[in-house]
């Protein structure tokens, strides 16, 4: 930062280059800029009439955005419009006082201040330098600025519960300088686990019904993104397609819906004609924030408000995991999530005789209104991850923050009881695509049964047991897990990581610290790493698992308990099937 004593003020001025005259502040003062580059890019400014000096740096620069003239401006006019050379501009600024404070994270020693300062006739060099260039940035987005129907979801139990504080602090005032007062949009906190759910079915999935634009700014985890896909979803836009698959089935995954990538469409349902898909806006507050980490892979400190105000909507790419009749979702905190005492939770009952067993071939009238199904778009998994999230998800470790998953892991693989580490069984086969096919003819909506299974081919997996089994749609499950390295923003690709059990704990721990490493796991012999259609998971009743626990599975956080004998199948929706637009900006 440049001195503030008078001598080396003009000291400065004299010696830089890239000066401009213009005005500054909410009255619009006489000011000289100067952007210099070294030690760091910085904007400074004198007032010549009161001798006051100001700095800001360009890395906590948002945007820069066109701002109303009024009458006070005293703007040359011409032709009825302001003199384009001094056009009045807002700095959106969010400055940090500590190099830990980031949009966010749990682990911030402060928190970030939000400024909006109004000036006109930078330096064009600090216009074209701030953040990838003002330029790029003049305007507020549509979807911010014209939209009537905008909402502001606060989680109040994610992470460690600092979006309240962040909303309060940056987002409210954000918007007001983009010219959205408090009264032009709807702050919905949450209440409990089902309240996003609960407002997408009420109000957001009718709105969308009816061909209503609506933005949704959300500062929760990668969770909320889960509840509003699957509340969009829960009334399904019926085509006259297969029903969902048994266990041994392989069928279309886009059976029951499909939107067109013009964000509308007409369905033999009356009630879902002209769906508009959501924008969203993500600024994440969980403890992993998956999908965040995945949009931005090498983020700066301002990264999510970069999206929200530069970015682009985008289809937001999903995957489908239909279970069988008795899987039932787990709530955080419940009794039976924490089951996991071994020899607890044991199931003596004999195989089940209808359609949850593996060798039963059910119809579609014993499976259409008994089958689950639920939406993801970050990560499904089975074994050692979904277990871990499972058993971390509880009050006492939730408030360590991401630390809880290091410390789960730890009881994991090394016990307490003395036991070994659990090696996990069931059948598992993957499906995928040929070679030589195109990836664009995945899964269309006018594929039949038979054409996609003889489209795409089964690969059982022929081994014992395993130990980590993943499929995701994103690069990261943390800010530095990179759990899929090939994997780009929004690319559509599913793609699985999986090992069997290993040689020793200790060697689990040295494989999944490679993935720490910008995903250098994926070198090792012992781990599969290929592009997928989807997989099925079939807990056989003679030879699966007897303990409720090890048939946990994750889809984006959320767990799944599948019952015994019973099954999942998970499948990638093609392209058009989306239900909702993410907000996101290259800043690569």
Same mark, same amino acid.
């Given at each position: 930062?440049?001195?503030?004593d008078?001598?080396?003020?003009?000291?400065?001025?004299?010696?830089g280059?890239?000066?401009?005259v213009?005005?500054?502040?909410?009255?619009?003062?006489?000011?000289?800029?100067?952007f210099?580059?070294?030690?760091?890019?910085?904007?400074?400014w004198?007032?010549p009439?009161?001798?006051d000096?100001?700095?800001?740096?360009?890395?906590?620069v948002?945007?820069?955005?066109?701002?109303?003239?009024?009458?006070?401006?005293?703007i040359?006019?011409?032709?009825g419009?302001?003199?384009?050379?001094?056009i009045?501009?807002?700095?959106?600024?969010l400055?940090?006082?500590?190099?830990d404070?980031k949009?966010?994270e749990?682990?911030?020693s402060?928190?970030?201040?939000?400024r909006?300062?109004?000036?006109?006739?930078l330096?064009?060099a600090?216009q074209?330098?701030?953040q990838?260039?003002a330029?790029e940035?003049?305007?507020v987005?549509?979807?911010l600025?014209?939209?009537q129907?905008?909402?502001?979801?606060?989680?109040?139990?994610?992470g460690?519960?600092?979006?309240?504080?962040?909303?309060?602090?940056?987002?409210?005032?954000?918007l007001e300088?983009?010219?959205?007062?408090?009264?032009?949009?709807?702050?919905h906190p949450?209440?409990?686990?089902?309240?996003?759910s609960?407002?997408?079915?009420?109000e957001?999935?009718p709105?969308a019904?009816k061909?209503?634009?609506?933005?949704?700014?959300?500062?929760t985890g990668?969770?909320g993104?889960?509840?509003?896909?699957?509340?969009?979803?829960?009334v399904?836009?019926?085509l006259?397609?297969?029903?969902p698959?048994?266990?041994?089935?392989i069928?279309n995954p886009?059976a029951?819906?499909h939107?067109?990538?013009t964000?509308?469409?007409?369905?033999?349902?009356?009630?879902?004609t002209n769906?508009?898909?959501?924008?969203?806006?993500l600024l994440?507050?969980?403890?992993?924030n998956?999908?965040?980490?995945?949009?931005s892979?090498?983020?700066s400190p301002?990264?999510?408000l970069?999206?929200?105000?530069?970015?682009?909507p985008h289809?937001?790419?999903?995957?489908?995991a239909?279970?069988?009749?008795g899987?039932?979702?787990?709530?955080?905190?419940s009794s039976?999530?924490?089951?996991s005492?071994?020899?607890?939770?044991q199931?003596t009952?004999?195989?089940?005789?209808?359609?949850?067993?593996?060798?039963s071939?059910p119809t579609?009238?014993?499976t259409?209104?008994?089958?689950?199904?639920?939406?993801g778009?970050?990560?499904?998994?089975?074994g050692f991850?979904?277990?871990?999230?499972?058993?971390?998800d509880?009050? /006492?470790?939730?408030?360590? =923050? $991401?630390k809880?998953? &290091?410390?789960? #892991? *730890?009881e994991? /693989?090394?016990p307490?009881d =003395? $036991?070994?580490?659990? &090696?996990?069984k #069931? *059948?598992?086969? /993957?499906?995928k695509?040929p070679? $030589?096919?195109?990836?664009?003819?995945?899964?269309?909506v006018n594929?039949?049964?038979?054409?996609?299974v003889?489209?795409?081919?089964?690969?059982?997996?022929?081994r014992?047991?395993?130990?980590?089994i993943?499929?995701?749609?994103?690069?990261?499950?943390e800010?530095?897990l990179?759990?899929?390295?090939?994997?780009?923003?929004?690319?559509?690709?599913?793609?699985?990581?999986?090992?069997?059990?290993l040689?020793?704990?200790?060697e689990?721990?040295?494989?999944?610290s490679?993935?720490y490493?910008g995903?250098?796991?994926?070198e090792?012999?012992c781990?599969a790493?290929?592009?997928?259609?989807?997989?099925k998971?079939?807990?056989?009743?003679r030879?699966?698992?007897?303990?409720?626990?090890?048939?946990?599975?994750?889809?984006d956080?959320?767990?799944?308990?599948?019952e015994?004998?019973?099954w999942?199948?998970?499948?990638?929706?093609?392209?058009?099937?989306e239900?909702i637009?993410?907000?996101?900006?290259?800043?690569?």
């Amino acid at each position: 930062m440049p001195p503030d004593d008078d001598g080396a003020s003009r000291g400065i001025w004299e010696e830089g280059e890239n000066k401009s005259v213009g005005k500054i502040g909410s009255d619009l003062q006489e000011a000289e800029f100067l952007f210099t580059t070294t030690p760091e890019r910085t904007l400074s400014w004198r007032i010549p009439s009161s001798q006051d000096t100001g700095s800001i740096l360009a890395q906590d620069v948002l945007a820069i955005v066109e701002a109303k003239v009024d009458s006070t401006s005293k703007i040359q006019i011409q032709d009825g419009r302001p003199n384009t050379s001094e056009i009045i501009y807002n700095i959106l600024l969010l400055e940090h006082h500590s190099v830990d404070s980031k949009v966010g994270e749990e682990e911030s020693s402060s928190s970030p201040i939000f400024r909006s300062i109004k000036v006109y006739n930078l330096p064009t060099a600090f216009q074209n330098k701030s953040q990838q260039g003002a330029r790029e940035s003049l305007k507020v987005p549509s979807f911010l600025r014209d939209v009537q129907d905008l909402h502001v979801i606060i989680s109040t139990r994610a992470g460690t519960g600092l979006a309240s504080s962040f909303f309060e602090s940056v987002l409210q005032p954000l918007l007001e300088s983009i010219g959205r007062s408090q009264t032009s949009y709807t702050v919905h906190p949450t209440e409990s686990a089902e309240t996003i759910s609960s407002l997408t079915e009420s109000e957001f999935l009718p709105l969308a019904q009816k061909g209503f634009k609506q933005t949704i700014i959300l500062l929760t985890g990668d969770g909320g993104i889960a509840d509003i896909i699957n509340g969009l979803l829960s009334v399904p836009l019926k085509l006259e397609q297969p029903p969902p698959p048994g266990p041994t089935t392989i069928t279309n995954p886009e059976a029951e819906f499909h939107i067109q990538s013009t964000s509308t469409t007409t369905t033999s349902n009356n009630n879902n004609t002209n769906f508009t898909k959501p924008t969203i806006i993500l600024l994440p507050f969980g403890t992993g924030n998956a999908l965040s980490n995945s949009l931005s892979p090498n983020p700066s400190p301002n990264s999510p408000l970069l999206h929200l105000l530069r970015g682009t909507p985008h289809p937001l790419p999903l995957f489908k995991a239909t279970f069988s009749p008795g899987a039932k979702k787990i709530t955080p905190g419940s009794s039976n999530i924490n089951s996991s005492s071994r020899g607890g939770n044991q199931e003596t009952n004999s195989p089940p005789t209808n359609s949850s067993t593996h060798d039963s071939n059910p119809t579609p009238t014993d499976t259409a209104n008994t089958n689950t199904t639920t939406y993801g778009a970050v990560v499904f998994s089975w074994g050692f991850h979904a277990t871990l999230v499972s058993d971390s998800d509880t009050e /006492l470790y939730r408030q360590h =923050g $991401s630390k809880r998953f &290091q410390m789960a #892991a *730890k009881e994991l /693989l090394f016990p307490s009881d =003395g $036991s070994e580490t659990h &090696q996990y069984k #069931a *059948k598992i086969s /993957l499906i995928k695509k040929p070679p $030589s096919s195109s990836s664009s003819q995945t899964n269309t909506v006018n594929a039949t049964e038979k054409d996609f299974v003889e489209e795409n081919s089964i690969s059982p997996l022929e081994r014992p047991s395993h130990f980590y089994i993943l499929a995701t749609l994103v690069s990261h499950l943390e800010k530095d897990l990179t759990i899929s390295p090939l994997s780009k923003p929004l690319d559509s690709l599913l793609r699985i990581i999986h090992f069997a059990p290993l040689s020793s704990p200790s060697e689990v721990m040295r494989i999944m610290s490679l993935a720490y490493q910008g995903g250098k796991h994926i070198e090792e012999d012992c781990v599969a790493y290929e592009d997928i259609e989807g997989l099925k998971i079939d807990f056989d009743f003679r030879d699966g698992e007897t303990e409720a626990r090890w048939r946990r599975v994750c889809v984006d956080g959320g767990i799944w308990e599948v019952e015994r004998g019973g099954w999942v199948d998970v499948r990638k929706v093609g392209r058009g099937g989306e239900v909702i637009d993410v907000v996101y900006f290259d800043e690569s």
